[in-house]
């Protein structure tokens, strides 16, 4: 995170959609179960909300969703801190960096997660779409779409919740986001929502949690490897993503806080 100076995600002239207002659950049950959360939630701290996403009705029914990627290792420690064998769905397109699964390995081996899931997409899926491995070359979405999106929702059909590391500062439509919501059939919990860049980085400091080594490279947001680029400064902080083209995200809904 040291050297991310830019703090807002600027691009795009509509919210991503993991940060559109939903409308809520149909269910009025599910509706009164989110708001018992959220008052729950009120005044709890991050260990706090994750206790509430960990435990009773949760426990062993919540899943993390990790990019390993360079804000990733405050979540993780938090999650540890309460159950390291937390499940971790962690999607391994082909396409990232070595630095990103070397990364992973050691924040594994640092905070004796025992439950990380690396999501590969379907072979099968791979031959038909992608046989030279180039479609990212062609069509982004289409890429995204069977190497993230299709295996992650497979991944998380087990579960009832998820956890992300998402942050109000991120974005303009981050800036209200409660600590629990509830999302495309899912309660979702936000244990950082009110955390800033400094304390987050002060976190870090403090555990001696290992930064993603990208990030001193210039590397503020970590994604595939042929759609990320270096930012330079004064940039947006995601403008190494896909740069050029007008896409600002693989249609994830919900990750760790930056985006896969
Ligand atoms: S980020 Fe790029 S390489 Fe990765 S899945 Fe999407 S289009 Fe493919």
Redesign the pocket.
Known sequence: MSGATVTVIGRGATPRAFDRAGTGPADPQVAARLAELQEAARGRDAHGVLELALTGEFRGKTAVVSSFGSESAVLLHLVAEIDPNTPILFLN?G?LFGETLRYRDRLQEQLGLGDIRSLAPNAADRTRFDPDGI??SKD?DA??NF??VIPLKRALEPFIAQITGRKRFQTRERAAMQPVEFFEGRFRFNPLADWTLQELEAYADRHCLPRHPLVEDGYPSI??M??TRRVQAGEDYRAGRWSGLDKDE?GIHGVDGEGI
């Open positions: 397109t396409k479609l990212w982004t890429c995204c190497r993230k994604g595939c042929p759609c693989c």
